[in-house]
C-alpha cells in the first residue's frame, strides 16, 4: 500500500496544536504572539550530499535537521517557540518517514518547539526548517556587538564533527569507541538553547559555529568593526580529537564545521556571569582569546607563534575549496 501526500502528512506530521492556536491542517498556522517580545526567525536547508550523507541513520537526520535551526535561535538568545518543515522526498519510505519524524519529535518536544506546518514535494532529498522563537525586544544577542576589550568563549568543545567527517573521507582511521563517539558529534548535534537565553544581557554578541571557528569569528568581527586574538592551546577539544596528529586537530579545531558550539563575546567584568548563565545551562564555556583593535583575526600556536590562517577559511557553497 502506498501513500499518499496529505496521508503521509496526517500520520507523520500532524500533532496536536500546543501554543499555536492552529497548527497543521490549514492553509496558514496562527500564532499569538507574547505581548513585548520580538520574533526570531531563521530558515537552514539540508541537502543530501551537501549536508549529510546517505549513511546518516534517518532519526539523527530529524534531529540535526532542527538542531542546525536551533542552533541559529541559540545564538540569538531567543526561546524557541514554533517550526516549518519543507520536505522534498526521492519516494515515500515508512521505515524512513517514521524513524525520520521520531528524531525530529525528541528533539522538538525537549526544546519545547511546535511543529505547525510545512510542505512536502517529491524530489530529490531535501529539508528545509524555518524555526521562530521569541526574545524580549531589543534584548536579541546579535553578531555586531564584539567591543574591544571583550574575551572571547567558546562552549563545549570544538572539532570532533569535523574529525567524524575525515573519518568517513578515510584520511583518517579511528578506533571504534571513538569513531562512535564523534560521529554522534556530527549526526546528533545538541543545540545550546538554554546558553544563549541564559547569556541574555551578558553577552555582547554571539554566534553559532556552523562552517567552523576561523570563518565564523570572522562574521563576528566584520560586523562589529574589530579584531580578535585566540590562542590555540585554548581552544576546547575532546580527548578523542587531543589524541591526533598536530595537523588534523588545528584543521578540525580552526576549520571544522558543523560543531554547533556557540562563540560569543563579554566584557572582562562579564566573566562571573559568563560562568553562572553556563553551569545553569549545564554547558561548559571557555576563555579562548580577546577582541583587539586591529582589524582582523590572529590565532597564537602553543609557542606564541602566528599561524597562517588562509588554508582554515570557512565553507562557502559557491567558492572553489
Ligand atoms: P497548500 O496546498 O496550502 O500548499 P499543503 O497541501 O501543502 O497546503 O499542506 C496541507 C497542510 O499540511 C498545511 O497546513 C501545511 O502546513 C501542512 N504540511 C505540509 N507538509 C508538511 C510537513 N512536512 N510537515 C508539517 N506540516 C506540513
Ligand atoms: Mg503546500
Known amino acids: 500500500m502506498s501513500l499518499g501526500e496529505f496521508d503521509l502528512i496526517r500520520q507523520y506530521f500532524s500533532r496536536r496544536p500546543q ?44 534531529h540535526k535537521a532542527l538542531a542546525v535551526n536551533l542552533s541559529d535561535l541559540a545564538a540569538c538568545g531567543a526561546q524557541p517557540t514554533a517550526f516549518t518543515l519543507a520536505l522534498s522526498l526521492p519516494r515515500v519510505e515508512e521505515a524512513w518517514l517514521k524513524a ?25 532529498l531535501t529539508i528545509s526548517i524555518t524555526v521562530m522563537g521569541e526574545v524580549p525586544a531589543g534584548q536579541a544577542l546579535l553578531r555586531s556587538g564584539a567591543r ?36 554522534v558529534r556530527m549526526e546528533r548535534p545538541d543545540p545550546r538553547v538554554s546558553l544563549g537565553v541564559a547569556l541574555r544581557g551578558i553577552a555582547s554578541s554571539a554566534i553559532d559555529l556552523s ?13 562589529s568593526g574589530v579584531g580578535a586574538v585566540v590562542d590555540l592551546s585554548r581552544l576546547p577539544c575532546s580527548a578523542d580529537l587531543q589524541s591526533q596528529p598536530d595537523a588534523v586537530r ?13 562563540l560569543f563575546t563579554a566584557a572582562p567584568t562579564a566573566e562571573g556571569a559568563v560562568r553562572r548563565a553556563a553551569a545553569n545551562a549545564g554547558v561548559e564555556v571557555s576563555p579562548v582569546g580577546e577582541v583587539v583593535a586591529t582589524v582582523g583575526l590572529t590565532v597564537r600556536d602553543v609557542q606564541g607563534s602566528l599561524l597562517d590562517l588562509g588554508e582554515y577559511a570557512g565553507f562557502d557553497h559557491f567558492l572553489p575549496s
Open 148 to 183: 574591544v576589550g571583550d574575551q572571547l568563549w567558546v562552549s563545549g568543545t570544538l572539532g570532533d564533527a569535523r574529525l567524524a567527517l575525515e573519518g568517513f573521507r578515510g584520511t583518517v582511521v579511528l578506533p571504534g569507541p571513538v569513531w562512535d563517539r564523534v560521529r
Open 100 to 124: 525520520f519524524s521520531q528524531g525530529l519529535f525528541a528533539l522538538a518536544d525537549r526544546a519545547g518547539v511546535e511543529l505547525v506546518g510545512g510542505d512536502t514535494t517529491s524530489g530529490p
Open 211 to 223: 562552517d567552523g571557528l576561523v570563518g565564523d569569528l570572522a562574521h563576528i568581527l566584520e560586523s
Open 19 to 62: 501554543r499555536a492556536v492552529l497548527g497543521v491542517g490549514d492553509d496558514c498556522a496562527l500564532l499569538s504572539p507574547t505581548p513585548g517580545q520580538q520574533w526570531a526567525v531563521s530558515t537552514d536547508m539540508l541537502v543530501e550530499g551537501r549536508h549529510f550523507l546517505a549513511t546518516v541513520p534517518p532519526d539523527r537526520l530529524g
Open 250 to 262: 588545528r584543521t578540525c579545531l580552526l576549520a571544522g564545521g558543523d560543531d554547533y558550539e556557540l
